[in-house]
């Protein structure tokens, strides 16, 4: 650490070393950091000063990406509440606190209240600096992994495209805020089923993040998990698995095996281990006792007897038939239904499993000939904002 005297500067040397172990993933060496930071800010400047309230919101992005949400939350709120008094409502300062309450609360899946918080950060924002600043385009792409995450896929898209364009032209094609977005609008084609789109677009976020990040950032692990999740849909379950493997090391070392990426990417992981090696034992099966050419009739079969089972969790289909299971293994049966048959595709989106048609149909795709889709974890949202 460089060695200063005054109490200004020994606060921005120790905050500029932990902002670093921030970024090179080292959370706990950071920690320590901020906790020094904050203790000489508010003995320093009081606990109301704009200082004080800077390493608050850096603590808070700190304990938000070691997933300890309920600490994030409590240091966002009292960084809010000061800045509010000391700079009124319109400050960029509030613009990025309200940018990090959005971004927590997307990660908590309390989306309705993202939503609120991220639409006020870049109002706010944009008023202050143009359409054209990247500091903007950041808050408009936040905006969109909300929306995306809402179900509101059209207006994130276009929010993605908007935020993409003025970040590549003003801060060039290797720019890891554009690595962000690529992952973000490759996870929303991927949900909208439009793999031929979303494969390069993870590629490329993922080049980008190996190239200006420590090879184990976590952030990497991140586009490793999600790229897994569009082979494992697409039944490319070998690449799938390598691809896990690295992200699984890369998490575990960085985050710790209690963090909900980490856990989520090990849930995803054993998904595919059983997809690959697993038989099913069904014990309980409603068998669909008409036929697979009516699409009306099969769907509306399906929700009069989905009821009677748990949480879903998986849809086999094979040459001869397709099963829907869920949690205990118990399921409905439709025999006959099979590649080629259009209501496949229909009941396939009453599930929300992520498909494309061509790679859906083709038997061949495995070596067994049987396909197994599920709804698997996937990660959008930007990187929260320091002061």
Not at 69 to 80: E, G, I, N, T
Not at 251 to 269: A, I, M, Q, R
Not at 286 to 302: A, K, R
Request: glycine residues 6%; neutral net charge.
């Amino acid at each position: 650490m460089v060695e200063v005297t005054d109490s200004a500067g020994l606060l921005a040397s120790l905050e500029e070393e932990a902002a670093n172990n921030r970024v090179e993933g080292k959370y706990q060496t950071a920690e320590n950091l901020y906790r020094q930071a904050l203790s000489l800010a508010t003995q320093t400047f009081g606990p109301r000063a704009m200082e004080t309230v800077t390493v608050l919101n850096n603590l808070g992005v700190l304990y938000k990406y070691m997933g300890r949400f309920p600490d994030a939350w409590r240091l966002y709120r009292s960084a809010l509440f000061i800045i509010k008094a000391i700079r009124g409502p319109a400050s960029v300062e509030l613009a990025t606190l309200y940018h990090n309450l959005g971004g927590l609360d997307h990660a908590r899946g309390k989306y309705g209240r993202a939503e609120v918080f991220a639409r006020r950060s870049a109002a706010i924002r944009e008023e202050a600096l143009g359409p054209d600043d990247p500091v903007v385009a950041a808050d408009i792409a936040a905006l969109a992994a909300i929306l995306d995450a809402r179900g509101k896929r059209e207006e994130a898209e276009s929010l993605y495209l908007r935020a993409v364009a003025v970040l590549e032209s003003v801060l060039g094609p290797q720019h890891y805020e554009l690595a962000v977005q690529f992952n973000n609008l490759a996870a929303l084609y991927h949900a909208k089923g439009e793999s031929e789109k979303a494969e390069p677009l993870y590629l490329r976020a993922l080049s980008i993040k190996e190239t200006v990040l420590d090879a184990k950032h976590p952030e990497i692990a991140m586009t490793l998990n999600n790229l897994a999740v569009l082979y494992r849909s697409q039944g490319r379950l070998v690449e799938a698995e390598q691809l896990y493997q690295r992200a699984i090391v890369i998490f575990t070392e960085g985050l710790g095996k209690s963090h909900p990426n980490v856990l989520s990417c090990l849930d995803n992981y054993a998904r595919l281990l059983k997809s690959l090696t697993v038989q099913y034992t069904l014990r309980e099966m409603i068998v669909y006792p008409g036929s697979v050419q009516d699409s009306h009739e099969l769907i509306q079969f399906f929700r009069r007897e989905a009821g009677a089972l748990r949480a879903l969790r998986r849809v086999v289909i094979s040459k001869q038939k397709t099963v829907v299971l869920d949690v205990n293994g118990d399921g409905i049966e439709f025999p006959s239904l099979t590649y080629g048959c259009t209501a496949l595709e229909e009941l396939l989106r009453e599930l929300g499993v992520i498909f494309t048609p061509q790679n859906l149909h083709n038997p061949n795709a495995t070596a067994s000939g049987i396909k197994e889709f599920e709804v698997s974890a996937r990660w959008t949202w930007g990187h929260d904002r320091v002061m």
